[in-house]
């Protein structure tokens, strides 16, 4: 499988000169040249402040069919909150946005907005057909109630892993503002892996879930909540689907992975005595009512109190039996400590691991 990997910093929001968050996002995707993965808006990378409009375009086994999807990244000017009757969403005075943007993604008819303020940042966010697009997903790299001075020169670092069926995205706000109000936020856009002899529908498969300073319920208006009903997937607290398998559309699906009970006593030092190797598991999809469905692609959990954030891990297998007897393969994976307050991790087996996803996959020579 090829993947596109790379890692850096930019500020908050492009300003002057400088290329924003969502601007270096962008650029990174087109380096990436993947025929999958395009800049859908704003046509010009030069023109990319706030608002960011990827196309991914899922395709059927024979590539006969395709269906496009959007994935909206909009960070508000301002910080916003709920009315007082949760109905509406509305700026906080004096309190601009430096710490988060908000995804949305969709299909159907995108309509990008048109108003922008004086410094040539977009006020809304794009338009969706009825019943087409997901709700907020806030993505966040810094508390949004920090007291600490952040402006939109913040650094914010970032690394990307881009394959033919999947955008994973980290990023993490400078722990020089506020090494406590820093967060490292784990970002899945794209298809999952489906069970051998599933019976997924290629125009389902894919999902969406980012990490959040904030719970859902805290900036999601009372529609939004349950917009696709009681089970309304936030993409934040769990993997946002575009369709269940009855097509029951942008519905909750939980991650599940194979780890020892969260608060076990335990106190690890290395790896494994036995095996003298680490222990990952694949982060599994599962659905309250269709059951287990598959799990993420190049992404696997990892027990956060044996390994360093960012450090890598390498797994050695025969690409032609999976095994890791006689190996010829080798994939190399970024861990990252998961701080968000609000990720797919609070839902899920164990709130106290992390997740590394897939850097580079490579021939093995031993």
Same mark, same amino acid.
């Given at each position: 499988?090829?993947?596109?990997?790379?890692e850096?910093?930019?500020p908050v929001?492009?300003?002057d000169t400088? *290329?924003g !968050?969502?601007?270096k996002v962008?650029?990174?995707?087109?380096t990436a040249?993947?025929?999958?993965?395009?800049?859908?808006?704003p046509a010009?990378?030069?023109?990319?402040?706030?608002?960011?409009? !990827?196309?991914?375009?899922?395709?059927?086994?024979?590539e006969?069919?395709?269906?496009d999807?959007y994935?909206e990244?909009?960070q508000?000017?301002? #910080?916003q909150? !709920?009315?007082?009757?949760? $109905?509406?969403?509305?700026?906080?005075?004096?309190?601009?946005?430096?710490?988060?943007?908000?995804?949305?993604y969709?299909t159907?008819?995108?309509?990008? *907005? =048109?108003q922008?303020?004086?410094d040539?940042?977009?006020?809304?966010?794009g338009?969706?057909?009825e019943?087409?697009?997901? #709700?907020r997903?806030r993505?966040s790299?810094?508390?949004?109630?920090?007291?600490?001075?952040i402006?939109k020169?913040?650094p914010?670092?970032?690394?990307?892993?881009? +394959?033919?069926?999947?955008?994973? !995205?980290?990023?993490a706000?400078?722990?020089?503002?506020? %090494?406590l109000d820093?967060?490292?936020?784990?970002?899945?856009? @794209?298809?999952i %892996?489906?069970f051998?002899?599933s019976k997924?529908?290629w125009?389902?498969?894919?999902?969406?879930?980012?990490?959040?300073?904030?719970?859902p319920?805290?900036?999601?208006?009372?529609?939004?909540?349950t917009r696709?009903s009681d089970?309304t997937? $936030?993409g #934040?607290t769990d993997i946002c689907?575009?369709? =269940?398998?009855?097509?029951?559309p942008?519905?909750?699906?939980m991650?599940a992975? /194979? /780890?020892?009970?969260?608060?076990?006593?335990k106190k690890l030092? @290395?790896?494994?005595s036995?095996t003298?190797?680490?222990?990952?598991s *694949?982060v599994?999809?599962f659905?309250g009512?269709?059951?287990?469905r598959g799990?993420?692609? @190049?992404?696997v959990a990892t027990d956060?109190?044996?390994?360093?954030? %960012?450090?890598?891990?390498?797994h050695?297998?025969?690409a $032609? /039996?999976?095994?890791e007897?006689?190996?010829?393969?080798?994939?190399?994976?970024? #861990?990252?400590?998961?701080?968000?307050?609000?990720?797919?991790l609070?839902?899920?087996?164990n709130?106290m691991y @992390?997740v590394?996803m897939?850097? %580079? +996959?490579e021939?093995y =020579?031993p």
């Amino acid at each position: 499988m090829a993947v596109y990997f790379n890692e850096g910093f930019a500020p908050v929001c492009s300003y002057d000169t400088i *290329p924003g !968050l969502l601007q270096k996002v962008a650029g990174e995707v087109q380096t990436a040249a993947n025929a999958n993965w395009t800049i859908h808006f704003p046509a010009d990378i030069a023109d990319i402040k706030n608002l960011l409009v !990827l196309r991914y375009q899922l395709k059927n086994e024979n590539e006969s069919e395709t269906r496009d999807i959007y994935i909206e990244f909009y960070q508000p000017v301002n #910080v916003q909150k !709920l009315s007082a009757d949760e $109905t509406t969403v509305e700026d906080v005075a004096d309190r601009k946005n430096f710490y988060y943007t908000e995804v949305v993604y969709g299909t159907g008819v995108y309509s990008p *907005p =048109t108003q922008k303020d004086s410094d040539g940042y977009y006020v809304t966010p794009g338009a969706w057909e009825e019943d087409m697009a997901s #709700v907020r997903s806030r993505f966040s790299w810094f508390k949004n109630d920090t007291a600490s001075t952040i402006k939109k020169w913040l650094p914010i670092q970032f690394w990307i892993s881009l +394959t033919d069926d999947v955008m994973a !995205l980290v990023v993490a706000g400078d722990a020089s503002a506020n %090494k406590l109000d820093r967060i490292i936020s784990f970002g899945y856009f @794209g298809k999952i %892996k489906p069970f051998k002899n599933s019976k997924e529908r290629w125009s389902s498969n894919f999902g969406v879930s980012v990490g959040s300073d904030v719970p859902p319920g805290q900036y999601l208006t009372v529609e939004e909540r349950t917009r696709y009903s009681d089970k309304t997937g $936030t993409g #934040v607290t769990d993997i946002c689907m575009l369709e =269940t398998f009855t097509g029951f559309p942008m519905q909750a699906h939980m991650a599940a992975f /194979t /780890t020892p009970d969260g608060f076990v006593d335990k106190k690890l030092e @290395g790896p494994s005595s036995y095996t003298d190797k680490y222990h990952m598991s *694949p982060v599994y999809v599962f659905h309250g009512f269709d059951g287990y469905r598959g799990e993420l692609q @190049g992404v696997v959990a990892t027990d956060r109190s044996t390994v360093v954030n %960012k450090d890598d891990l390498i797994h050695k297998y025969n690409a $032609t /039996t999976g095994q890791e007897d006689n190996p010829d393969t080798q994939d190399i994976y970024k #861990v990252f400590l998961v701080n968000a307050p609000y990720s797919l991790l609070t839902n899920a087996t164990n709130v106290m691991y @992390g997740v590394a996803m897939l850097k %580079k +996959t490579e021939p093995y =020579t031993p």
